[in-house]
T-cell receptor, first 111, second 113 residues
């Protein structure tokens, strides 16, 4: 069983829909990152969370440490939000970089 | 904000040649950088940790003679894929940490013919 599980693996939605991507993990963590990987491959860090909730524009990230679960929400989704969203947790069991990555959620927003 | 620049974005080479990929931190000093490999629809896989002024540390199963890493300055790390073979074809991406924030390069798609 992977230590970081994301769901869904693939998601196609219509422009304007509210999007939720989930991340569950099985280890104790010090932080959780949400990353966005564009079709060209470049990766941008969206959020780093250790508790509670963060908001940036149309993006909201929440984490429940007790439940070992985090969600990334996109409000009023737009085709430019189409990307792969990756959850990564920072823990002592991570690699030398301290991170364990999920496989990503491939999101397509259709106009 | 901090930026990590990676070049080239893509490279096609013949089998047996060597390919160098550069990763630069543009407005912060990175004593440590990380190199990852990613296969289609798979997670990022850490290959090695690049340490400024000292030898890189490699993850288990990664051949250090195949993937040469040099981190000669606080802003530049290079990954050289030596004697590349088709099985080395992959997406390679670097990252650096500025305090708690992660910054990634734009990645390099390597295709070995």
């Amino acid at each position: 069983k992977n230590e970081v599980e994301q769901s869904p693996q693939n998601l196609t939605a219509q422009e304007g829909e509210f999007i939720t991507i989930n991340c569950s993990y099985s280890v104790g963590i010090s932080a959780l990152h949400w990353l966005q990987q564009h079709p060209g491959g470049g990766i941008v860090s969206l959020f780093m969370l250790s508790s509670g909730k963060k908001k940036h524009g149309r993006l909201i990230a929440t984490i429940n440490i007790q439940e070992k679960h985090s969600s990334l929400h996109i409000t009023a989704s737009h085709p430019r939000d189409s990307a792969v969203y990756i959850c990564a947790v920072r823990s002592p069991r991570g690699g030398a970089d301290g991170l364990t990555f999920g496989k990503g959620t491939h999101l397509i927003i259709q106009p | 904000g901090a930026v990590v620049s990676q070049h080239p974005s893509w490279v096609i080479c013949k089998s047996g040649t060597s390919v160098k990929i550069e990763c630069r931190s543009l407005d912060f000093q990175a004593t440590t950088m990380f190199w990852y490999r990613q296969f289609p629809k798979q997670s990022l896989m850490l290959m090695a940790t690049s340490n400024e002024g000292s030898k890189a540390t490699y993850e288990q199963g990664v051949e250090k003679d195949k993937f040469l890493i040099n981190h000669a300055s606080l802003t530049l790390s290079t990954l050289t894929v030596t004697s590349a073979h088709p099985e080395d074809s992959s997406f390679y991406i670097c990252s650096a940490r500025d305090y708690e924030k992660l910054f990634f390069g734009s990645g390099t798609q390597l295709s070995v013919l």
